[in-house]
């Protein structure tokens, strides 16, 4: 049954992004697997009858659909959960020298305290100072702004790279894997020119059958076509012979009459 390796391979390559030390785990429990039923085959099963397949059949559709589905879903873990896009768009687009200086101050927003709705603002604070402003991680407006806390011209320049490396990494990914299909065969070339061989051996086996098929029957014809000649001479004197036969019986009967007649 492919049913368990067809799931483990699902979640190894969906969540991969997440969990890096996935694909180990599961070619450690493939090992031990195949170890497992190899003993057991040899040792304490009957061995099963073996059944000549194509292919694993649907199986190769669906492994294909969960690989292309695991590079967008890849793709979107990590430009959505991690800080690699803005680190890129603040490096690229907002800062002055080119470095990551002022990176962590670009992605905290202001929030003004006095407009805590009634009974959420702390209670005790552990400030010395009363606290006018306080900063939390988010691409928002400032307080002082027009459109206070909506969303920053930041937020949509750091969103906008995102679903662009989610479009540019999934057409990446997919171009290197027709890349390497193509350039790695299913067949190896030893094994595809051997059944070129064998192909071209059983080609000249099934000629040579056919032109010697060809001989015998054109010998069998050279034999048959003196008696058919004879035949036809035959038939040809015993017709003759026919006519002469009833040209006599007529000239007897004729004779016959006459001699009634004169009677």
Known sequence: ML??????????????????????????????????????????????????????????????????????????????TSDFIPRLVYQYAYSNNGTMHGFINHTLSYFNVSHFKPGTQPENSPFEQEVSFCRFKDYRE?????????????????????????????????????LVDWMIPDI????????????????????????EKLRLIENFIMRDKPKSRNETRGRRNRAASFCQFSRSQRGSFTSSSSQHTDV
Not at 190 to 206: A, G, H, P, R
């Open 188 to 211: 190896p070339k030893d094994i595809s020119e051997q059944i070129k061989k064998e192909k071209s051996v059983l080609v000249d086996f099934f000629l040579k059958e056919e032109h």
């Open 3 to 80: 049913s368990g390796p067809v799931i483990q391979f699902g979640f190894v390559t969906l969540f991969v992004a997440s969990f890096p030390l996935a694909p180990v785990f599961a070619l450690l429990n493939n090992v031990i697997e195949v170890r497992l039923d190899a003993k057991k085959f040899v040792a304490e099963l009957r061995r099963p009858d073996a059944v000549r397949a194509k292919d694993i059949g649907i199986w190769f559709n669906i492994l294909s659909g969960i690989g292309k589905f695991s590079v967008i879903i890849n793709a979107f873990v990590i430009s959505v």
């Open 142 to 178: 400032p307080p002082w702004s027009e459109n206070q806390y909506e969303f920053s011209k930041q937020y949509w320049a750091v969103l906008s790279a995102r679903l662009a490396f989610v479009i540019i990494f999934q057409n990446l990914v997919m171009f290197l894997s027709v």
